[in-house]
């Protein structure tokens, strides 16, 4: 399942992550990703679980993985699309 919208030059990506319960958890998820090569934003949502991607270009899935990894947390993977 894909979550990839083209806007004007971003690509947003939804992506699906489980374990987080909390402010801290979805500052940890966001910092891991962010430190991404082409990722402009994130916002990483606890309730839902739902991580969202702004990226200059497609990213690849290992790399978001190993960032929410690093984390502590489970790339579970990709929300339904946008």
Known sequence: MTA??????????VYQVSGMSCGHCEG????????????T????????????VVSTAPLDD???RAAVDEAGFELAGKAQAL
């Open 4 to 13: 990839q919208t083209d806007t004007q030059g971003s690509i947003t990506t």
């Open 41 to 52: 934003s994130v916002k990483a949502v606890a309730s839902s679980g739902e991580v969202t």
């Open 28 to 39: 940890s998820v966001s910092t891991e990703i962010s430190g991404i090569t082409g990722v």
């Open 62 to 64: 290992e790399a978001v």
